[in-house]
């Protein structure tokens, strides 16, 4: 059984920048692709970036695109996700997942196609 333990998470102002760390534990990590999604208050929680098995594919929600990026060291079990130029509407919690389906699948985007989530960690950006 895969656990998943996010961290990194914090207040910080409009333009700042967070560090989000999601570390995995109970199975063999490169074996898993690994994914952000967020949830804000009253909405349905959304995709935010993916990563490969290895880290060479990513993929980004558009809102997010440019301004944060996801990877990996497999030799530390972890995933990050940096993420700068932050704004108000970047306010959730995020969750990391996992799933041990390839890249070419394509599901790396389906909320329903990950086995595996976190605690999730709040992320506030005030104006």
């Known amino acids: 059984q895969v656990q998943l333990v996010e961290s990194g998470g914090g207040l910080v102002q409009a333009g700042g920048s967070l560090r989000l760390s999601c570390a995995a534990s109970?199975?063999?990590?490169?074996?898993?692709?690994v994914g952000w999604f967020r949830q804000a208050p009253g909405k349905e929680r959304e995709f935010v970036a993916a990563?490969?098995?290895?880290?060479?594919?990513?993929h980004y929600a558009d809102s997010v695109k440019g301004r944060f990026t996801i990877s990996r060291d497999n030799a530390k079990n972890t995933v990050y996700l940096q993420m700068n130029n932050l704004k108000p509407e970047d306010t959730a919690v995020y969750y990391c997942?996992?799933?041990?389906?390839?890249?070419?699948?394509?599901?790396?985007?389906?909320?329903?196609?990950?086995?595996?989530w976190g605690q999730g960690t709040q992320v506030t950006v005030s104006s």
């Open positions: 109970g199975g063999t990590f490169s074996s898993l692709t």
């Open positions: 990563v490969s098995r290895s880290g060479s594919n990513t």
């Open positions: 997942a996992a799933n041990r389906r390839g890249w070419a699948a394509g599901t790396f985007l389906k909320r329903a196609e990950y086995d595996y």
